[in-house]
């Protein structure tokens, strides 16, 4: 069926619908990754946006039990050029249709989204609805329509919950965990518990964590609440801490550096990063429309350590007192490049290394 | 920065053009060599093949001999080579290196540094073995051997390499044959039976692969490790039947994230382990069922991957590639200006699918009374390949299949319905060229998708696109003249002769009806950041979208149309012309527009033209451009008939580059040809040389030429390079031969382009480049001046084109002999004693 | 029977890139730093170490390199030739050394490093980093930053590579 694509500026594009028939609203943003288009679609970090994909043809590897960034799709609608079919297998569970439809996320597809990304890259991301009549009363209701910044308190855990193992005691703290870095820890043997952001510093510390991870989330770091911070600028002091994502931008406003809004939004997994000290490039999956101001760090606390070669980006920060470090990129490699997961072998190591020191 | 201190650099072509073995290590080399010398050394290069464009390119040294140790020995002495080359000549040229490394002697002097690789590694990289064990011991997933005499140890080997699994003889006294096991019971009978089979009682045990996915990575390193991915691309047709025959779709669309990036992993770590500087292409198996996935093939150099994936993703591997060799770092290499600032060091994305389809011979042989086996496996049959650009898998298919045949009259799926069920199945499990077709032919029968997935290894995603065509085709045949229908049939790429055969009416009265409801093509740039940032683009293919981004280049356009996949005979040297053609354009500074579809030439390197069009060259292709380009002159190959006569029709400016409908025989065991060779520029006509052609050789005969009287009067309104045709009795290579009344058994024809190139070599003379200028009436003086004197100017030439050496026994078991000159694939050269 | 690999290169890379965090954050601003690297390898360690901090802060660490063969305790007749040149003798008092060497077994050779640095200077500090940390000590050393813990038995030979003279950055067990 034909159906719309509203954005929030009066462009329209048609489509035929997919997925849910349902009228939806959200944040429009483009991704260039050429794989991974379900663990993309689980991942909370897209939390109430709306995705078009640069690749053309979409679904052709179905829906992986493995593949799963969340139990759900994190996103509210879904835009693409072609749409492929696949047969139901011991492999491909389900088809990205039928996922779609039972969460009730709606897609489009036949959409010249090459036309779409060239305009988003112009305009930036921007409020859309996908309807079924590009009307008046459609584009009313998207320009009244308020998006949510609430996004982490929708997608992280309320509560505490273990994923054990026989290593190493690690602390999450939730902001919107996507699997893939339970699956990395779990690479470890790690003993994991995952604490609600609310938690409290003694409730952190009455576990005697070997290391801390701030994990990946949605939306603006700065809609949370200061003690947030505050518990950060704590832990951070008391064993190995790792931010990735979210929790690098949190661990960057904890130690006193803002952030800016990039020249462009970067939803992909093609641009070369630079590990400053050793000068090697690799490349991740990355996700993000704003940066560490890099002028705002202060370098008596902080130094950067990786680098967007493209736009320049910090793409990471050490703590230079304690074993505290961050990366703007995703290293759990789901989806994404292998080779970003040294991160985690960096922060064990430390972890092994701490331990070693300390008791 | 470049961290190679290097003086003399040395290139070693690839030599003929073979199976497997087209233009494109010329095309590579040809596009490198100005920007290995804007690093400040002195190029060379040495190659044999007459029809190579980097031969005749001013930015090197050239050496025009046969591909020999000794040569290769000789040169470096003579010019003092210090830095050698030889990933950039492929396979063969990495093993002639290997050859004059080993052959190199006390006396010789120090060996010269190898670009790219240690000799160490080089060694290996030509041991297969040694590679593989090499590359066992690193951890990497390879294919390996096992041996087993006992019962007992081959059940061993069962548990622990698991089904399906190989299983052959070890020294087999006669046959050896190899038995795929995929049923536990099937086990006990293969060893034994494969026991039998050996002289010692051995067996050998692997991992059987026929069946598994067969998929190819393309990955770069620089000297500090730093590596990154170019593309990757899937071949439909599973392993077992050669890479080179499968039709192959990239990027990849069946495959998981997870199972490409471990498969980036391994190729990351090959690279590291090869301590490459280059580029490499990693071959894979891969059961994405069990996510079982082997390293079948590695090549650390330049292939027809590489050159398709710079076309497929817009990426400059070439140029990327020889700043890797010369020790530049990945973010340090600077790009011209033609490419983006950042763009060597990002990852492509591609927003585009291709399909590449294989060309094969089995046509025009059959037409020639040579039948061969048809029958697809592990040894190539293909002689070369187009490219489909488009938005969906059926639309690059389509575009792919128009390309390869030219019209699509021979190919629809909707007309092959004269085979049995069983015969139908029979193909479908053992697979000929046309397979696509007999796909399409068991869906519309009725065979579940699953079903017919399992039984030819085929995704099944590939079954559900071919039953969306089919669907789409029957019901646009049966929508005549509906503007709805033509509407969806554009946007799956089916092309308006087809519509027209479909609704019984010509391709114009089509586009008319498509421009008449504004259906028009929207071409999309080619770039290899996916839309993310603002391009600088020259490349661009045709959809049916909303958004066209390609604007006029300029109101003095030149279209230059190429000729397409590579065939058996003179098409070889087509991508030469069309390079040759290109070039002279710009330096007569017109601007130029290309359109092709072969990634294994020049014709479509990026910096080539003003803009290029990856597009199938039919008549309603190449007027959707000339709608927008708006060319002054269209330069068409004379073989092009039908399209010459369509341009001509519709008032189009057509320049025809004289070429034959149908390569001509060539002379047979007992007979000798002799050509008096002319050129035309419209108005009068010179003498060139005379030629002598006898089996497998072509030399020039050591005497002026004159024109006779009745050649001299005649008008060849088309400039060009002709010939005048005759045969003789003679077995002898003769110093004088007599030019008959060509009135009586002669015939006058355009010379080929092979021989056209040949010719340029020989004499110095750019013969196309002169042909250019008359088309375009813009002779010199000079060109007057050489003219009148040409026949003057080589009188005793000491080279001879020769055919080269192709196994056409093993390609294509042939049941007659192939005519080399007619069926030609490539040719090398000889020089006198 | 072929070496065994402990430490390939990624991993070595990594070692000494987390070592030189961690020197970062026990010598707040790098002031006063000097990294002695112990002959033939701990030397090329050091100035890897020493390129690190410098791709990072933009400042090269002052590196020097002392040969302790003559140092030992267990050999006879050792006197203070540290193998230096009065020029590449940098001058150490008051400075926080951190002592780079490849492995770190009984101890010996770290104290007759010591000694060394002592007898040419008054240091404010000294550090120890090593790559590897093989146990085995006789001595009541301890490493300040180590690469890598590697148990190994007593009669087993560990082997550092580096890409300067080996051709290559590994640890192997030799055997």
Do not use: C
Not at chain 1, 273 to 279: H, K
């Amino acid at each position: 069926m034909k159906r719309h694509l509203i954005l929030e500026d009066g462009t329209v594009f048609e489509g035929l619908g997919f997925g849910a028939p349902a009228t939806t609203f959200g944040e429009i943003i483009f991704h260039t990754a050429m794989t991974g288009y379900q663990e993309i679609i689980t991942d909370p970090i897209y939390d109430g946006q709306m995705i078009v994909f640069a690749m053309p043809v979409i679904g052709a590897a179905g829906i992986h039990a493995e593949a799963y960034e969340s139990v759900k799709p994190a996103i509210r609608g879904m835009i693409v050029h072609d749409l492929a079919e696949v047969s139901v297998n011991r492999q491909r569970r389900m088809n990205l249709d039928r996922f779609l439809k039972q969460h009730n996320v709606p897609g489009l597809y036949q959409v010249d989204t090459r036309k779409l990304i060239r305009h988003l890259r112009e305009t930036g991301p921007q409020k859309a609805t996908i309807v079924d009549f590009a009307d008046d009363h459609a584009v009313d209701q998207l320009v009244a329509t308020v998006l949510t910044n609430k996004q982490v308190q929708n997608t992280a855990t309320l509560k505490p919950y273990a994923n054990p193992g026989r290593g190493r005691h690690i602390v999450v703290i939730d902001f919107g965990l996507k699997h893939g870095i339970l699956r990395m820890l779990g690479d470890y043997d790690a003993n994991v518990s995952v604490l609600p952001y609310t938690t409290s510093v003694d409730e952190v510390l009455t576990l005697d964590p070997d290391g801390i991870i701030l994990s990946t989330g949605p939306g603006d770091p700065r809609s949370l609440p200061d003690s947030v911070l505050t518990l950060i600028r704590v832990l951070q002091t008391k064993a190995p801490l790792l931010g990735i994502g979210l929790g690098h931008e949190l661990f960057a406003l904890a130690n006193d550096a803002t952030l800016a809004p990039l020249s462009s939004e970067h939803h992909g997994m093609n641009h070369p990063i630079q590990e400053i000290i050793s000068r090697q490039i690799f490349f991740a999956m990355q996700g993000q429309g704003y940066a560490v101001d890099n002028d705002s760090i202060d370098r008596k606390k902080l130094f950067v350590t990786y680098r967007d070669l493209v736009d320049g980006a910090v793409q990471g920060l050490r703590h230079r007192e304690y074993p505290a470090f961050s990366v703007q990129f995703f290293p759990d490699a789901a989806p994404g490049p292998l080779e970003a997961t040294a991160v985690f072998a960096d922060f064990f190591e430390t972890v092994e290394d701490y331990v070693e020191h300390h008791s | 920065m470049s961290n190679i201190t290097a003086n003399n650099v040395l290139f070693i072509g690839a030599g003929a053009n073979d199976f497997g073995r087209e233009a494109e290590y010329d095309a590579a080399i040809y596009q490198v060599m100005p920007e290995l010398r804007g690093h400040g050394v002195n190029v060379y290069l040495i190659d044999e093949n007459p029809y190579s464009l980097s031969l005749e390119s001013l930015a090197a040294t050239a050496i025009w001999q046969p591909l020999t140790v000794e040569n290769i020995k000789a040169v470096i002495k003579q010019y003092q080579i210090d830095t050698v080359l030889p990933l950039f000549g492929g396979e063969r040229a990495l093993r002639l290196w290997s050859q004059t490394v080993q052959a190199w002697s006390h006396g010789d002097g120090p060996v010269p540094q190898t670009l790219g690789l240690t000799i160490d590694m080089l060694l290996r990289v030509n041991n297969v073995a040694v590679l593989t064990s090499m590359m066992a011991d690193a951890g990497l997933p390879v294919i390996t051997n096992h041996v087993a005499k006992a019962q007992e140890d081959a059940n061993e080997l069962l548990r622990e390499i698991k089904l399906p699994l190989m299983v052959r003889a070890l020294h087999p006294n006669q046959a050896n044959t190899r038995q795929i096991v995929e049923r536990l019971d099937e086990f006990e009978t293969a060893v034994n039976s494969a026991k039998s089979q050996s002289m010692t009682q051995e067996i050998v045990i692997s991992r059987a692969i026929n069946g598994m996915k067969e998929v190819s990575l393309e990955v770069l390193r620089d000297f500090r490790g730093n590596k990154m991915q170019i593309g990757a691309s899937e071949d439909m047709d599973p392993i077992g039947i050669h890479t080179a025959d499968s039709l192959s779709v990239s990027p990849t669309l069946t495959l998981s994230d997870q199972i490409l990036e471990k498969m980036r992993f391994y190729a990351f770590q090959v690279a590291d382990l090869l301590d490459l500087r280059g580029v490499l292409h990693v071959q894979f198996a891969v059961d994405d069922l069990t996510n079982t996935i082997y390293i079948i093939k590695i090549s650390p150099y330049i292939d027809q991957m590489a050159s398709r994936m710079a076309l497929v993703t817009g990426y400059p591997v070439m140029l990327v590639a020889i700043n890797l060799a010369m020790g530049v770092a990945l973010e340090e290499i600077v790009l011209s200006h033609d490419f983006g600032k950042k763009m060597a060091m990002m990852e492509p994305m591609m927003d585009h699918v291709t399909v590449k389809l294989p060309i094969f011979p089995f046509g025009e042989l059959e037409q020639a009374g040579v039948s061969v086996n048809r029958q697809l496996n592990s040894i190539q049959k293909s002689v070369g390949s187009t490219i489909g650009f488009g938005r969906t898998f059926i639309e690059a298919l389509e575009k792919a299949i128009r390309s390869a045949h030219f019209n699509n009259a021979s190919f629809s799926p909707t007309n092959m319905s004269h085979s049995s069920d069983d015969a139908l199945i029979q193909q479908l499990i053992h697979p000929e060229d046309n397979r696509v077709l007999l796909l399409v032919e068991a869906i519309k029968r009725g065979y579940e998708i699953d079903e017919l997935a399992e039984l030819t290894n085929i995704d099944e995603f590939f079954f559900y696109q071919l039953g969306h065509l089919l669907k789409l085709e029957l019901e646009v045949e049966q929508q005549a003249d509906s503007v709805e229908a033509l509407r969806r049939a554009k946007k799956y790429g089916l092309s308006d002769g087809l519509l027209a055969r479909f609704w019984q009416t010509n391709f114009k009265n089509i586009a008319t009806l498509a421009h008449e409801n504004h259906i028009e093509p929207t071409f999309k740039a080619l770039e290899p950041s996916a839309g993310e940032f603002p391009e600088n683009a020259r490349q661009y293919y045709a959809t049916y979208e909303e958004e066209n981004e390609s604007l006029p280049v300029s109101d003095d356009t030149v279209l230059v149309i190429g000729s397409g996949a590579f065939r058996m005979g003179d098409a070889a040297a087509g991508g030469y012309a069309t390079t040759i053609v290109l070039s002279e354009l710009r330096r007569l500074q017109y601007h130029t527009v290309i359109m092709n579809n072969n990634a294994s030439d020049a014709t479509l390197l990026q910096n080539l033209a003003d803009k290029q069009y990856l597009e199938p060259l039919e008549i309603s292709d190449v007027m959707k451009v000339v709608a927008l380009e708006k060319p002054i002159a269209i330069i068409v190959p004379g073989n092009r008939r039908k399209l010459i006569d369509a341009l001509t029709d519709l008032k189009q400016n057509v320049l025809i580059l004289p070429k034959e409908k149908h390569v001509p025989n060539g002379p047979d065991d007992t007979e000798t040809e002799f050509a008096l060779n002319v050129f035309s520029d419209g108005h009068n006509i010179y003498p060139i040389n005379i030629t002598q052609h006898m089996t497998g050789e072509l030399r020039i005969v050591p005497e002026i030429a004159q024109l006779p009287i009745q050649l001299a009067q005649t008008h060849l309104e088309n400039p060009g390079v002709y010939q005048v045709i005759w045969y003789q009795d003679t077995s002898e290579w003769v110093k004088h031969v007599d030019v008959p009344d060509i009135s009586h058994d002669t015939w006058l024809r355009p010379m080929p382009f092979g021989q056209v190139a040949f010719m340029s070599k020989v004499m110095q003379v750019q013969w196309l480049r002169m042909t250019v200028r008359a088309l375009l009436s813009r002779m010199t003086l000079q060109d007057n001046e050489l003219l009148v004197n040409v026949n003057k100017l080589i009188l005793q030439a000491d080279v001879a084109m020769i055919a080269s050496d192709i196994n056409y026994a093993l390609h294509l078991q042939p049941t007659q002999t192939i005519d080399g000159t007619r069926f030609e694939i490539g040719v090398g050269i000889k020089y006198d004693e | 029977m072929a070496n065994k690999e402990v430490l390939d290169n990624a991993s070595l890379q990594r070692a000494l890139t987390r070592i030189t965090y961690e020197i970062i954050e026990r010598n707040k601003g790098g002031e006063d730093l000097v990294l002695v690297g112990i002959k033939t390898r701990g030397e090329f360690l050091a100035h890897r170490i020493a390129d690190r901090l410098e791709q990072l802060e933009g400042v090269r660490i002052p590196v020097m390199a002392i040969d302790i063969t003559n140092f030992r305790d267990d050999i006879p007749d050792h006197h203070d030739d540290l193998g230096l040149n009065q020029a590449e003798r940098l001058n150490i008092s008051e400075k926080n050394i951190v002592l780079i060497d490849d492995v770190l077994f009984t101890g010996r050779t770290i104290r007759a490093a010591l000694d060394a640095l002592i007898h040419i200077g008054r240091p404010k500090t000294i550090a120890l980093a090593v790559l590897v940390d093989r146990g085995h000590r006789e001595l009541p050393i301890r490493a300040d930053f180590v690469g890598k813990n590697i148990p190994t038995a007593q009669n087993e030979k560990i082997k550092v590579f580096v890409q300067e003279i080996d051709g290559k950055d590994a640890v192997e067990i030799v055997h």
